[in-house]
C-alpha cells in the first residue's frame, strides 16, 4: 500500500484561519500548562517527572524503575525514576562537560551519553556513549562503572555509539553506530564485542523481535559522503571548493561534475542515487547465530524522493512483535507495518490532522504496543502528544498530551512512560542558577510524562485538548475575527537574518513595551539587560576603559521607532542549528534535534575519514539543511520555486558538514571539503559573491557586497527583481575582541552589524521596488543573551511603506509564524503543518502607504568605526 504525496493547497482552500491558542499571552511555565513560545500550550496528562535536558533516550526496569538519557547540550547524564508512596521521586548521574563546573557524581573520563539505555538488572544499566565509541554500564546507586566496552577495535574506529537493544536472555547488547553505518553484537557479561554487520546510511533506532532472533535497524541517511579528492585539512584554502559543488537533486550530484579549487581541477564524487535500498529503509538482521549476524532483506519505508517528494522518510523508530514490525516514518507522517514472516510492507498508515491532512510536521518517533486494548502508542514529536493507533483496522484513533518534543514511549502494565526533550519549556534566564535542583543548576529541562492508559470513553477529551493546544481548531467564520487583509500592493518581501541575540538585550530599553503585557506579571521590558541599547556597555574586560551610557543599535532602535517591531516574538530553536532549519521551512526532526544538542556539547565530532563514512554528515554546529534533513514538502526554497516566486539568496545555506571558516576565504567566507550538496533551488538562486557565515568578515562587506550585486543585477542589468531575498548578517554573533581589525570590544560586532542593517534598508528605501516591499528582521535563535520573559524571545523588526508606524504588535509568534505572513504577502499556500497553524503578523500593516526612505545611523565611534574595518567601505 502506497502513501500518497503531500497536495499543494492554497490558503483559501484551507477555508479557515488557523492558528495556536496563546493569542497576546507571553511565554511562561505554569502548573495549568505552559504558554510555548509561538503560542502553542502543553497540558500534560498525568504527572510530569523533571530530568535533564535533552531527554532522548528511555527504559523501564521489571521492577518499574524508569531511566532516561539526557543528551544535553548544558549537561548530560541519566535520570533515574522512582515511585513510592510519598510520590515519583527523580535522581540524576552526570557525566562530566565543559558547561559545568557542578560536583561530578561519575567517572572523569565520562562525558557524553546518546540514545541507547537499557536495564542490565535493576542496580545497573547499560549507556551508549556516542562520540567516544563506546558503552558503558552503570551502577546506578552509586553512579560508579562496572563496565566500559569500547567498539573501536580491529577495523573500526572513530565509532560514534547510539540506539541499542538488550537480550536478557542471552545478555547480548546490540548496538547502532552510526559513524560505522553498522551494528555491534556485544556479550554484556564479558564486555566484549562479539561482531558486526554492516547496514545502511545513518542508522538510527534498533528493535529485537520477542524471540531474540531478528534486530530491525532503520535507516534514516540518504547518501554516502566523500571527501572531496585531494583536499586537505590543514590547507582548505586552497584545496576545498568555494561554493558546494552541486545542488540536490540534479544531474551533477547524480553523476558527478569537474569543479576548480586554488590548487586545479578535480573530480568531484556524485551523492548519487537517493532512493538505493540502503537509504530510507529498514534492515532486518539474522542475529540467532550472534557470531554470524546477516542482514536479511532491505524494505524502503514511506514515500521514495520525486520530482514531487522532495525529503526521505526518514525512518525514526522501529517495534518488533511477534507477527508485524512497525516503523515510524518522521518526515511523511506515517507509519509502515512490515510483515515480520514475509518481510514485506502490509500497509501504512498516515497520521493526519483533519482540515491539515496536506500537511506535514507530526513527526512520528518511538512506539509502544499495549496488548490489553490492541493499541500501538506513538510520539508525536511536531505536536507535543502521543498517537493511539487502533491495530485492528491501523487507523489512528486519538492524540493524548504530554509535554514539549516527546521522543520515546513506553508501557509498563496498564502505566505509559514519555520522554519528552524539551519539557515544559525553559522560561526565563535573568540570572543563574535560575532552576536548582541537587547540586546542579541548569536552564533547558526534559520531562516523563506517565499517566494511567485511558479509557477509550477518555479519547475524544484527549484529542480535543492537543487539537486545541496546537491551533487545530479553525477560528470561527465570523469576518470580526477572520485576520485583516495584506497590503495588495506588495510584491517583494526581504529577510534579514541575525546572530544569537535575545530581545531584551537589544530592544529591553524600549519604554513603550514596559506596560505592553495584557496582565503579565512583568512588564515586556526590562532596561538593566539591554547591554547592547541606547544606553549600552562596551566592556573592557579589565584589559581596556570599557564604554558606558553608548548608543550601540541606533538603526535598530530607529527602525522600531519608526516601523513596528514585536515584544512577543520567539526563536523556536535553543541554538542556531534549529533556527536555521526553522527560518528555512526546515522544522528540525530527531535526528538532527538529537544530534544538535550532542554537538553543541562538543559530543558529535565530525571528522574527516571516508572509513566512518557516518562521520562526514556529522554537522556539529553548522546550520544548514542537508539532504537527509529535507521534510517531504521541502524547503522554503522548493516551496518558492513550485509557486512561481523568484528569489535571491545571500549568505545561506553555506554552513554545511566539515565546511571550513577561517581567514581568506573571501568572497563566500567558506571552503567546502566533501561532496554534500545544497537543496538544488538554493544553488541556482544563492549569490556567489556574499559571504555566509565566517567572524572574520565585517558585516560591513557584507552589505557592500549585497548592495553592489543587486544595484549590478536589478539596477544596470534590468533583471526583474525577485518576489524574496534572503539576507543572512550575523555578525551581532560576536567573537573575540580584533582592536587590528577595528573590533576593540565584543560589542563593536554589534555596532558593526546595527551600521549594516542600516546601510542596506537605507539602500532598499530609495530604490524603485521600495513602492512593493516589506522588510523583516530578525535573529537565528537567541542562544547568546538574556531576557527575563523567555531564553527564546528575541528581536523582530518590520519596515516598509506598508508597515504600521510606531507600532508594537504583542501577538505571541515565532519562526512558522513569520514564514505564514510573507507566505501571505506573496500569495502562496502554507509549506507545513507549523507554518499552516501559525499565529501570523496581520496587525503591523497599513493600507495607507509612507513612502519616506530611510537613512542609517552611524553607531558610537568609540566602539566601533567602519572606516578601521579590514575589507569594508566606509559608509558615506
Known amino acids: 500500500m502506497r502513501l500518497t504525496s503531500a497536495i499543494v493547497c492554497t490558503q483559501a482552500g484551507l477555508a479557515a484561519d488557523f492558528r495556536p491558542p496563546a493569542g497576546q499571552r507571553y511565554a511562561q511555565i505554569a502548573a495549568s500548562g505552559s504558554i510555548l513560545p509561538g503560542g502553542r500550550i502543553v497540558q500534560p496528562l498525568g504527572v510530569q517527572i523533571g530530568t535533564g535536558p535533552g531527554t532522548f533516550g528511555l527504559a523501564v526496569s521489571h521492577n518499574g524503575t524508569v531511566a532516561t538519557t539526557d543528551i544535553g547540550y548544558e549537561r548530560v547524564g541519566i535520570t533515574l525514576i522512582d515511585h513510592s ?108 564485542i562479539v561482531s558486526s554487520v554492516r547496514v545502511g546510511r545513518m542508522p538510527v533506532a534498533i528493535a529485537l523481535t520477542p524471540d531474540g ?31 558546494p559543488a552541486f545542488g540536490f537533486p540534479s544531474e551533477e550530484s547524480l553523476h558527478g561534475v569537474k569543479r576548480a579549487t586554488e590548487a586545479g581541477l578535480i573530480d568531484v564524487p556524485p551523492a548519487g542515487d537517493p532512493n538505493i535500498r540502503e537509504s530510507n529503509s529498514v534492515c532486518p538482521i539474522d542475529v540467532h547465530d550472534p557470531a554470524n549476524p546477516a542482514v536479511l532483506d532491505w524494505i524502503r519505508t514511506g514515500l521514495p524522493f520525486d520530482p514531487k517528494i522532495f525529503g526521505g522518510s526518514a525512518p525514526a523508530g522501529v517495534l518488533a512483535l511477534d507477527d508485524r514490525v512497525y516503523v515510524s516514518n518522521a518526515h511523511n507522517d506515517s507509519l509502515t507495518v512490515i510483515s515480520a514472516k514475509a518481510r514485506k510492507v502490509v500497509a501504512e498508515i498516515p497520521l493526519r490532522v483533519q482540515r491539515l491532512e496536506a500537511f506535514r510536521g507530526i513527526m512520528p518517533a518511538g512506539m509502544a504496543y499495549d496488548p490489553v486494548n490492541k493499541w500501538l502508542l506513538v510520539a508525536e514529536a511536531g505536536i507535543n502528544a502521543v498517537g493511539v493507533i487502533d491495530t485492528a483496522s491501523n487507523t489512528l484513533i486519538a492524540h493524548l498530551p504530554v509535554g514539549w518534543l516527546p521522543t520515546r514511549v513506553l508501557i509498563s502494565g496498564d502505566r505509559v512512560f514519555v520522554a519528552n526533550a524539551r519539557g515544559a519549556g525553559t522560561g526565563p534566564n535573568l540570572r543563574r542558577p535560575l532552576m536548582e535542583f541537587g547540586e546542579l543548576p541548569f536552564l533547558h529541562r526534559g520531562s516523563v510524562s506517565t499517566f494511567i492508559m485511558p479509557a477509550k470513553s477518555e479519547l475524544p477529551k484527549l484529542s480535543g485538548t492537543v487539537y486545541a493546544a496546537n491551533g487545530f481548531i479553525p477560528t470561527s467564520q465570523n469576518p470580526e475575527q477572520a485576520p485583516p487583509a495584506l497590503p495588495a500592493a506588495i510584491r517583494h518581501v526581504v529577510l534579514i537574518v541575525k546572530e544569537n541575540r535575545t530581545y531584551d538585550e537589544v530592544m529591553g530599553d524600549i519604554p513603550q513595551a514596559a506596560d505592553s503585557m495584557n496582565g503579565h506579571s512583568k512588564a515586556a521590558s526590562y532596561p538593566p539587560l539591554a547591554r547592547f541599547g541606547m544606553h549600552g556597555l562596551a566592556d573592557g574586560r579589565r584589559t581596556h576603559f570599557s564604554v558606558k551610557d553608548a548608543g550601540i543599535t541606533p538603526n535598530h532602535h530607529l527602525i522600531a521607532r519608526r516601523w513596528a517591531f514585536s515584544d512577543n516574538f520567539y526563536a523556536d530553536s535553543d541554538v542556531s542549528v534549529g533556527g536555521h532549519h526553522w527560518l528555512t521551512g526546515d522544522y528540525p526532526d530527531l535526528l538532527t534535534e538529537s544530534g544538535l544538542l550532542a ?25 544548514s539543511t542537508h539532504p537527509e534533513e529535507q521534510p517531504e514538502a521541502g524547503t522554503l526554497w522548493h516551496h518558492l520555486e513550485r509557486n512561481g516566486i523568484s528569489f535571491r539568496n545571500f549568505g545561506e545555506g553555506f554552513e554545511l558538514a566539515g565546511n571550513a571558516e ?28 556574499y559571504p555566509g557565515f565566517n567572524m572574520n568578515i565585517p558585516d560591513q562587506y557584507r552589505a557592500d557586497r549585497f548592495i553592489d550585486e543587486a544595484e549590478q543585477r536589478y539596477g544596470k542589468d534590468g533583471t526583474a527583481f525577485p518576489g524574496f531575498i534572503f539576507i543572512r548578517l550575523p555578525g ?35 530604490t524603485p521596488w521600495w513602492r512593493e516591499m516589506a522588510v523583516f528582521v530578525t535573529e537565528d535563535s537567541a542562544q547568546g543573551g538574556l531576557d527575563h520573559v523567555d531564553s527564546h524571545r528575541t ?55 509612507d513612502f519616506t526612505p530611510y537613512d542609517s545611523l552611524i553607531p558610537d565611534l568609540r566602539i566601533f568605526d567602519a572606516a578601521r574595518v579590514r575589507m569594508g567601505r566606509a559608509p558615506p
Not at 216 to 233: D, E, I, M, S, W
Not at 662 to 689: C, H, I, Q, W, Y
Open 599 to 623: 554537538a553543541y556539547g562538543g559530543q558529535r565530532e565530525f571528522v574527516m575519514d571516508v572509513g566512518s563514512p557516518g562521520r562526514l554528515q556529522f554537522a556539529g554546529s553548522n546550520s
Open 662 to 689: 577561517d581567514k581568506d576565504e573571501e568572497p563566500t567566507g567558506a571552503r567546502f571539503v566533501t561532496n554534500v550538496p545544497m537543496p538544488d533551488p538554493l544553488f541556482r538562486n544563492t549569490s556567489r559573491e
Open 732 to 766: 551581532d554573533r560576536m567573537a573575540k575582541e580584533r582592536p587590528e581589525d577595528g573590533y576593540p570590544y565584543q560589542a563593536s560586532y554589534v555596532e558593526d552589524n546595527d551600521l549594516a542593517l542600516g546601510r542596506i534598508l537605507q539602500y532598499l528605501s530609495h
Open 85 to 192: 508512596k510519598e510520590g515519583w521521586r527523580e535522581r540524576h548521574i552526570w557525566a562530566r562537560t565543559p558547561n559545568s563546573d557542578a560536583a561530578e557524581q561519575a567517572d572523569p573520563d565520562w562525558k557524553s551519553v546518546y540514545l541507547g539505555i537499557a536495564f542490565a538488572s535493576e542496580r545497573s544499566i547499560w549507556v551508549s556513549e556516542g562520540n567516544s565509541g563506546r558503552l558503558r554500564l552503570v551502577d546506578i546507586g552509586t553512579g560508579n562503572r562496572q563496565k566500559l566496552v569500547n567498539l573501536n577495535q580491529g577495523e573500526w574506529r572513530n565509532s560514534f555509539t547510539a540506539d541499542l537493544a538488550y537480550d536478557d536472555t542471552r545478555h547480548l547488547l546490540f548496538v547502532v553506530d552510526q559513524a560505522n553505518f553498522r551494528v555491534a553484537i556485544v556479550d554484556a557479561k564479558k564486555g566484549s
Open 213 to 243: 532472533n531478528t534486530a530491525y535497524v532503520t535507516n534514516a541517511g540518504v547518501f554516502q559522503y566523500r571527501p572531496l579528492p585531494g583536499v586537505v585539512a590543514t590547507d582548505t584554502k586552497r584545496t576545498g571548493l568555494p561554493f
Open 795 to 849: 528581536v523582530l523588526l518590520a519596515a516598509g511603506p506598508y508597515v504600521k508606524r510606531n507600532y508594537i504588535t504583542h501577538t505571541n509568534s515565532s519562526f512558522p509564524g513569520l514564514l505564514k505572513t510573507i507566505f501571505e504577502l506573496l500569495r502562496m499556500p502554507p509549506l507545513n503543518l507549523m507554518d499552516a497553524t501559525a499565529a501570523g503578523l496581520y496587525d503591523i500593516f497599513s493600507n495607507e502607504p
